[in-house]
């Protein structure tokens, strides 16, 4: 298996709900990442997790939660979000973090709207 | 804070080679230099990356000049399926100075036409 998958493709959400998007890879990667990309701009980073810690944060508010419970599977939890947070949010893993060369491979993102 | 300058968009005929330039100027000895492609909608699609010396596999060449400031990537027979935003990107060091993370910049739209 040598992909990044994400669920659910698309995500309707009112800014009361409460939201999980998923991502699991099952490559044996150790470092895992999220992104959010607006519109017709680049992938922004997010959040990093390293072995199952997180290792960066990018500033990121509160109602967005990232969660690592094993190294496969990454989850981001979705909290009172607004309507400028719909995007495309694009998982990531690497073999190891950054540091030592590895590429990143990207899944094929979900899709949220917040209404 | 993308470390990288690239051309915001090109265009190639179907069958020619694609040459993408790049510059990252105030690249340090230890900096490697990523390549991705995102097709509309999709997400990245990793192609190469390189240190110091010129790098091949089944997607395309990098050519990374001596000085380390530049590089091109080369897809040698472009396709329609090729068009593409591609992003040339150098790992930078996060906040706290400990951990790298890759740092998007706008890329270049490459569109092949038949």
């Known amino acids: 298996d040598t992909e990044v998958t994400q669920t659910p493709k698309h995500l309707v959400m009112g800014m009361t709900n409460k939201k999980s998007l998923k991502c699991e890879q099952h490559?044996?990667?150790?470092?895992m990442y999220w992104y959010k990309q607006k519109a017709k701009k680049p992938p922004e980073l997010m959040f990093v997790?390293?072995?199952?810690?997180?290792?960066i944060n990018e500033s990121v508010p509160s109602r967005f939660s990232p969660e690592c419970p094993n190294s496969s599977l990454l989850n981001l939890h979705l909290h009172a979000l607004q309507p400028e947070d719909s995007a495309l949010y694009l998982c990531?893993?690497?073999?190891?973090?950054?540091?030592?060369?590895?590429?990143?491979?990207f899944g094929p993102g979900t899709r949220l709207t917040v209404l | 804070d993308a470390k990288t300058t690239q051309p915001p968009s090109m265009d190639c005929a179907e069958g020619r080679a694609a040459n993408l330039p790049c510059n990252h100027s105030?690249?340090?000895?230890?900096?490697?230099v990523y390549w991705y492609r995102q097709i509309h909608s999709q997400g990245p699609q990793y192609i190469i990356h390189?240190?110091?010396n010129n790098e091949t596999n089944e997607m395309a060449s990098l050519i990374i000049t001596e000085d380390r400031k530049s590089s091109t990537l080369i897809l040698p027979h472009a396709t329609l399926r090729d068009t593409a935003v591609y992003y040339c990107?150098?790992?930078?060091?996060?906040?706290?100075?400990?951990?790298?993370?890759?740092?998007f910049g706008k890329g270049t739209l490459l569109t092949v036409n038949p």
């Open positions: 990531a893993s690497s073999q190891r973090g950054l540091a030592a060369g590895y590429e990143q491979f």
């Open positions: 997790y390293s072995y199952e810690k997180l290792s």
């Open positions: 990107i150098v790992r930078v060091l996060d906040s706290g100075g400990s951990n790298y993370k890759l740092t």
């Open positions: 105030t690249i340090s000895g230890n900096e490697y």
């Open positions: 490559m044996g990667h150790r470092a």
């Open positions: 390189g240190l110091k």
